[in-house]
């Protein structure tokens, strides 16, 4: 569907650890997370509230400050680690090659300064030439009047703020936007629009997504791939259609039926009994296993490595080679 998901990815994310340093347990709210985009990817990271996808994103663009702090792996953008490099390097490559859209705009917008005089700091930090009309031009990429150059963020609408802030992450036309619920605080048909928005300027700039978001049925119409996070730990990874038509882990299979099917027959809602763990002192074995319908013996003593399940991978002992069942004996009579 999608033929741009060759070569070798723009971001390679190795074993990528983070710990919230609380004092007496230590928090690790992303756990091992290998994941690699390519150019002009969209990877979609979803998840029960509280299991590391803010943390993930943060932690990708260098982001994270104290009490979290990446105790492991890698993150490889273009070639280069990210995890090593100095803030100076990181500032320059920030905006430039890859830039972030966090949930609310009004949190990342400075409210004392227009949105033109916001977009001109962000080409100054940066020793590239941009065209002098480029902020106009960004902004009627996302659909807004350049007029609102002059404006300050409390005179634009929600969506709009939402909307300037994508402006701003393309003035310099990165290779890669890491979006954390970008269209969470909008009303949902906003919300809908920012998202075929959002889709369309991938398409024709060509640029690489990792987006998170609740919203499951928004996901599965706009992303490639799919990361489904559960206490910290990527569960199960592979093309979004793979996982919508087949998920290969419980988990997955409690987050899809939570949610309602925009296309498919109604059915009732079962959602996931429980609540997820708490992440100072994960269960044993499976961190899902006290809420899975389909646990056994195994499942509370040993930990689930991420299994090959046809063309995605997923953290479940269903799919240990172990527990395959044998094949069938031919009968002997
Ligand atoms: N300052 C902190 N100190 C200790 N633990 C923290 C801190 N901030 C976050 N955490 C823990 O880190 C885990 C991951 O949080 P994170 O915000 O990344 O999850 P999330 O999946 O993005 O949630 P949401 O969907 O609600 O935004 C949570 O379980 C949370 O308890």
Not at 81 to 91: C, G, N, R, T
Not at 205 to 228: K, Y
Not at 303 to 327: D, F, I, M, T, W
Request: glycine content about 8%; hydrophobic content about 40%; charged content about 20%.
């Amino acid at each position: 569907m999608h033929g741009h998901i060759e070569g070798k990815p723009i971001l390679e994310v190795r074993g990528l650890t983070v710990e919230y340093d609380t004092g007496a347990h230590p928090v690790v709210a992303v756990d091992d997370v290998d994941l690699d985009v390519h150019a002009g990817e969209f990877v979609g990271v979803v998840g029960e509230s509280g299991c590391g996808k803010s943390t993930l994103l943060f932690a990708i663009a260098q982001l994270l400050s104290p009490p979290a702090a990446i105790t492991g792996g890698s993150v490889r953008f273009q070639g280069q680690d990210l995890v090593a490099m100095s803030e100076k390097k990181l500032a320059a490559l920030r905006w430039r090659d890859f830039s972030v859209v966090m949930q609310s705009a009004m949190n990342a917008l400075n409210p004392v300064k227009s949105i033109g005089s916001q977009f001109r700091d962000a080409i100054m930090a940066h020793d590239e030439p941009v065209a002098d009309d480029r902020p106009a031009e960004v902004l009627r990429l996302v659909g807004i009047d350049p007029i609102h150059l002059k404006s300050y963020p409390h005179q634009l609408s929600g969506g709009m703020r939402q909307r300037a802030m994508i402006a701003m992450a393309l003035l310099f036309t990165p290779d890669l936007i890491i979006m954390d619920e970008p269209t969470s605080a909008l009303d949902v048909v906003a919300q809908r629009s920012l998202m075929l928005q959002i889709k369309d300027l991938q398409q024709r700039l060509g640029f690489a997504v990792v987006f998170v978001t609740h919203d499951m049925s928004l996901i599965s119409h706009f992303s490639d791939q799919l990361l489904v996070m559960y206490a910290g730990q990527v569960v199960e990874l592979g093309a979004t259609r793979a996982v919508f038509d087949h998920p290969a882990h419980p988990y997955s299979k409690g987050l899809l039926d939570a949610f309602p099917s925009i296309r498919g027959p109604k059915v009732p809602l079962t959602g996931i009994p429980g609540s997820p763990p708490n992440l100072a002192h994960p269960p044993s074995g499976c961190r899902f296993n006290p809420r899975c319908p389909e646990a056994f013996a195994d499942c509370t003593k040993v930990e689930p490595e991420l299994y090959r399940v046809g063309s995605v991978q997923a953290r479940c002992l269903l799919h240990a080679p172990s527990n395959k069942p044998a094949p069938v004996q031919e009968a002997t009579s």
